[in-house]
């Protein structure tokens, strides 16, 4: 069966502490790995796909990577406004979505 | 422009009432899907239209009833809601092609059922 775990569930830094955030994942036939943004009350925000296992893509202080089995969610300096829940949704017949991180940056 | 959007953005309606969501998208995408999430859980997927067609219905009640009248509209039509169906709708959109189909959601109607 699919599964996808986070980890952790919840995470406080303060602003600049840099940090990462783990998705671990067990998909048969992965096309590919979503990684959004949730603000409460509002849509998941697209933040990045990766295809393939050794593929890093980055966004301003976001850099998400992936291998075989999972796939990395790192932070850098980040700032109270990257306060939200990131979701991890790797796809392999169809989405299955993680239960989320919630990341909150104190100033 | 990876914009979808969802009307209306709130919505209270009673137990007996019959409603509906709407949702837009103008990127040219062929596949469009509904979703129900509670506070803090993860989007859990209801409906999936590809190409106008509902290809997947994952065992929602028939108290919502989907519509797709174009490819770049999205209706939910709900009726006899129960109040356990209070929750964030989302509308999302993909372009149905065979890869890692990236998936655009609207921002969600807050429903609440009295």
């Known amino acids: 069966e699919d599964q996808v775990t986070q980890s952790p569930e919840a995470l406080r830094l303060q602003e600049g502490e840099s940090s990462s955030l783990n998705c671990s994942y067990t998909?048969?036939?992965?096309?590919?790995l979503f990684w959004y943004r949730q603000d409460p009350g509002k849509g998941p925000e697209f933040l990045f796909t990766?295809?393939?296992a050794g593929e890093e893509k980055e966004k301003e202080r976001l850099k998400a990577t992936l291998t075989k089995k999972e796939s990395f969610l790192h932070i850098t300096a980040p700032k109270p406004e990257d306060s939200a829940t990131y979701l991890c949704v790797p796809q392999g017949g169809k989405l299955i979505f993680g239960q989320g991180t919630e990341l909150s940056v104190k100033p | 422009d990876t914009e979808v959007t969802q009307t209306p953005k709130h919505l209270v309606m009673g137990m007996t009432n019959k409603k509906s969501l709407k949702c837009e998208q103008h990127m040219g995408h062929r596949a469009m899907y509904w979703y129900k999430q509670k506070a803090k859980k993860p989007p859990e997927l209801m409906f999936v239209y590809s190409y106008e067609k509902l290809s997947i219905n994952e065992s929602v009640p028939s108290r919502f009833s989907p519509e797709c009248p174009n490819s770049s509209l999205l209706n939910l039509h709900l009726h006899a809601l129960q109040p356990e169906d209070s929750a964030l709708y989302l509308c999302?959109?993909?372009?149905?092609?065979?890869?890692?189909?990236?998936?655009?959601f609207g921002p969600g109607t807050r429903l609440t059922v009295l």
């Open positions: 999302a959109s993909s372009q149905a092609d065979r890869k890692a189909d990236t998936q655009y």
């Open positions: 998909v048969s036939g992965l096309r590919g």
């Open positions: 990766l295809y393939s």
